[in-house]
């Protein structure tokens, strides 16, 4: 996979190695090792002294998306990246993420883990794509901290798995923070474990996550989706899953937990399969088997 307009790239690694930072006025990026040495402050941020990753700090706000990809070239490879994005105070931030793999059949092991800091009314939209070949290992592990008022949409979505994906998402919310996440997956030839907490720790705290995966040839998926409610709140989970092979299982296990009278939290769960009435309208069009079956499939992965 070659890379387009490199030079839109803000933070490009490869394997171990960093090919650009590319650092613009009022945002602070660096490697996280390096950041660690420069600011002490970070280090309450991170589980210990990190080994690779990418730090962000966004000091004043900006007019341009920040775009951070990090892939895997090398067969056998094994990341371990600890990464942190700080945004301050009353600013709007873009953000798009990719990580994958570069070629097929190297087998790599891609672990992530960090967090997302959103200081007070300062809003964040957060685009997360990964890309794998069926023979790699992916592990991710974020958290995401929002201050009074902040705001985040976040949208992770994962077309192209790999042999084992585990994706663990924390979301901590203070007063009148929000949050809008959604999460897809499409899942062929992979064992996927996901799992997501929403925790509303304070009075105005609102939340909504949504999950949509799809359980292509021999893929074994399952989610684990809970709002905990510590404070007059609002969450809601939405979680829908579509079996399309019979070698495949998908499980579906949210759960609510109110510690607030004056909370409200909601969840609705589903997993069904294809229509056949709109399959055999699109084969009344002229499509395909399969490309009837792709069409749905794209329906059914896009959030709204």
Same mark, same amino acid.
């Given at each position: 996979?070659?890379?387009?307009?490199?030079?839109?790239?803000?933070?490009?690694?490869?394997?171990?190695?960093?090919?650009?930072?590319?650092?613009?006025?009022?945002?602070?990026?660096?490697?996280?090792?390096?950041?660690?040495?420069?600011?002490?402050?970070?280090?309450?941020?991170?589980?210990?002294?990190?080994?690779?990753?990418?730090?962000?700090?966004?000091?004043?706000?900006?007019?341009?998306?920040?775009?951070?990809?990090?892939?895997?070239?090398?067969?056998?490879?094994?990341?371990?990246?600890?990464?942190?994005?700080?945004?301050?105070?009353?600013?709007?931030?873009?953000?798009?993420?990719?990580?994958?793999?570069?070629?097929?059949?190297?087998?790599?092991?891609?672990?992530?883990?960090?967090?997302?800091?959103?200081?007070?009314?300062?809003?964040?939209?957060?685009?997360?794509?990964?890309?794998?070949?069926?023979?790699?290992?992916?592990?991710?592990?974020?958290?995401?901290?929002?201050?009074?008022?902040?705001?985040?949409?976040?949208?992770? $979505?994962?077309?192209? #798995? %790999?042999?084992?994906?585990?994706? +663990?998402?924390?979301?901590?919310?203070?007063?009148? @923070? &929000?949050?809008?996440?959604?999460?897809?997956?499409?899942?062929?030839?992979?064992?996927?474990?996901?799992?997501?907490?929403?925790?509303?720790?304070?009075?105005?705290?609102?939340?909504?996550?949504?999950?949509?995966?799809?359980?292509?040839?021999?893929?074994?998926?399952?989610?684990?989706?809970?709002?905990?409610?510590?404070?007059?709140?609002?969450?809601?989970?939405?979680?829908?899953?579509?079996?399309?092979?019979?070698?495949? $299982?998908?499980?579906? #296990? %949210?759960?609510?937990?109110?510690? +607030?009278?004056?909370?409200?939290?909601?969840?609705? @769960? &589903?997993?069904?399969?294809?229509?056949?009435?709109?399959?055999?309208?699109?084969?009344?069009?002229?499509?395909?088997?399969?490309?009837?079956?792709?069409?749905i499939l794209t329906g059914f992965l896009e959030i709204k």
């Open positions: 996979m070659v890379m387009k307009n490199v030079k839109s790239v803000n933070y490009w690694q490869i394997d171990h190695i960093i090919k650009q930072i590319s650092e613009k006025k009022g945002v602070v990026i660096l490697p996280s090792p390096e950041a660690w040495g420069k600011f002490g402050w970070v280090k309450k941020y991170f589980l210990d002294k990190p080994k690779e990753g990418c730090f962000i700090w966004v000091k004043k706000q900006i007019d341009f998306p920040l775009f951070v990809r990090v892939s895997i070239g090398t067969k056998k490879i094994q990341q371990e990246l600890q990464n942190l994005l700080i945004v301050e105070k009353n600013l709007k931030i873009s953000l798009q993420g990719a990580c994958n793999s570069l070629k097929k059949n190297l087998c790599g092991i891609h672990k992530a883990q960090g967090k997302i800091i959103l200081k007070e009314d300062s809003a964040l939209k957060y685009n997360h794509s990964h890309s794998w070949d069926q023979k790699d290992i992916v592990e991710s592990n974020y958290e995401f901290i929002l201050e009074k008022n902040a705001k985040l949409d976040y949208t992770y $979505k994962n077309l192209f #798995t %790999p042999k084992k994906l585990k994706i +663990n998402t924390l979301l901590n919310l203070f007063e009148g @923070a &929000s949050c809008d996440v959604k999460i897809t997956v499409n899942g062929v030839q992979t064992k996927a474990e996901i799992q997501d907490t929403l925790v509303l720790r304070e009075k105005g705290a609102s939340g909504i996550i949504k999950l949509r995966l799809v359980g292509g040839k021999k893929s074994d998926i399952s989610a684990h989706s809970q709002i905990l409610a510590v404070a007059q709140s609002r969450g809601h989970l939405d979680c829908q899953g579509l079996l399309v092979d019979e070698d495949s $299982k998908i499980s579906l #296990t %949210p759960r609510l937990i109110c510690q +607030n009278k004056n909370a409200q939290i909601t969840h609705e @769960a &589903s997993i069904g399969k294809i229509s056949e009435d709109e399959l055999n309208y699109l084969r009344m069009r002229g499509l395909t088997q399969n490309e009837a079956i792709k069409l």
